[in-house]
């Protein structure tokens, strides 16, 4: 605070009390005049405490600036252990980041990854088809190959041709005889079926057709030369 405001305080309070004393002299009767309403003490409390409330302003922004280094310091160390001390210092040490630190090494014990599961082999069609058929498509359906006959006379043919099946699934079918090897059949209802087993290539294949048994039959006789 600057010396004139108070030294204009006190001249107040003392012109103020100064004209209280003579009116009480004057007339001791008189009830004594009131004082400023802001005694001389409680205005220089007043502009003490106004001078002082930036300082504490400042000392309060410090005091929290303190108190959150405090607290965040346990943090980052738990964060970051290495960053003890400052760059240069023997303490020093920087952080690991992302692009520093080493992937990790495979392990020679480690399973390494799957590789592709190979597919199922193709089984060829190891005969001579009939004239009035030919191929329209072939598919693997997992350890079965399927090919689908188109045959001019419109009854279609599907073969399956499937490596070591069991021809004993289909013995509850109608027994046939087709070039001297057990088969089994059934047919009617729009849906014939014809099922061997080449013995020699250890080949099952199952046949059907939409409309006669004797397609498949015919087809069978090409199979087992």
């Given at each position: 605070m600057?010396?004139?405001?108070?030294?204009?305080?006190?001249?107040?309070?003392?012109?103020?009390?100064?004209?209280?004393?003579?009116?009480?002299l004057?007339?001791?009767?008189r009830?004594?005049?009131?004082?400023?309403?802001?005694?001389?003490?409680?205005?220089?409390?007043r502009?003490?405490?106004?001078?002082?409330?930036?300082?504490?302003?400042?000392?309060?922004?410090?005091?929290?600036?303190?108190?959150?280094?405090?607290?965040?310091?346990?943090?980052?160390?738990r964060?970051?252990?290495?960053s003890?001390?400052?760059?240069?210092?023997d303490?020093?040490?920087?952080?690991?980041t992302?692009?520093?630190?080493?992937?990790?090494?495979a392990?020679p014990?480690?399973?390494s990854?799957s590789?592709?599961?190979?597919?199922?082999?193709?089984?060829?069609?190891?005969?001579?088809?009939?004239?009035?058929?030919?191929?329209?498509?072939?598919?693997?359906?997992?350890?079965?190959?399927?090919y689908?006959?188109?045959?001019?006379k419109?009854?279609?043919?599907?073969?399956?041709?499937?490596?070591?099946?069991?021809?004993?699934?289909?013995?509850?079918?109608?027994?046939l005889?087709?070039?001297?090897?057990?088969?089994?059949g059934?047919?009617?209802?729009?849906?014939?079926?014809?099922?061997?087993?080449d013995e020699?290539?250890?080949?099952l294949?199952?046949?059907?057709?939409k409309?006669?048994?004797?397609?498949?039959?015919?087809?069978?006789n090409?199979i087992?030369?």
């Amino acid at each position: 605070m600057k010396e004139n405001q108070y030294k204009r305080i006190a001249d107040e309070y003392l012109r103020a009390y100064g004209a209280e004393l003579r009116s009480e002299l004057e007339d001791p009767e008189r009830r004594p005049l009131m004082r400023d309403e802001i005694s001389f003490d409680l205005r220089m409390r007043r502009e003490i405490a106004a001078l002082k409330r930036p300082r504490y302003k400042r000392y309060a922004g410090l005091i929290a600036a303190c108190l959150a280094i405090a607290l965040l310091t346990p943090l980052v160390l738990r964060l970051y252990p290495g960053s003890v001390g400052a760059p240069g210092s023997d303490s020093y040490s920087p952080a690991p980041t992302a692009s520093s630190e080493a992937s990790p090494a495979a392990s020679p014990e480690a399973p390494s990854a799957s590789s592709p599961v190979e597919p199922y082999e193709i089984l060829p069609l190891s005969f001579t088809i009939p004239d009035r058929f030919s191929v329209m498509s072939v598919e693997q359906d997992v350890n079965k190959t399927v090919y689908r006959l188109n045959d001019n006379k419109l009854d279609d043919v599907v073969i399956t041709l499937e490596r070591s099946g069991d021809l004993s699934r289909y013995d509850t079918l109608t027994e046939l005889t087709i070039r001297g090897n057990s088969a089994f059949g059934s047919s009617g209802n729009g849906y014939n079926l014809l099922t061997f087993k080449d013995e020699g290539s250890d080949i099952l294949y199952v046949l059907t057709c939409k409309y006669d048994i004797n397609t498949l039959v015919l087809m069978g006789n090409s199979i087992m030369v």
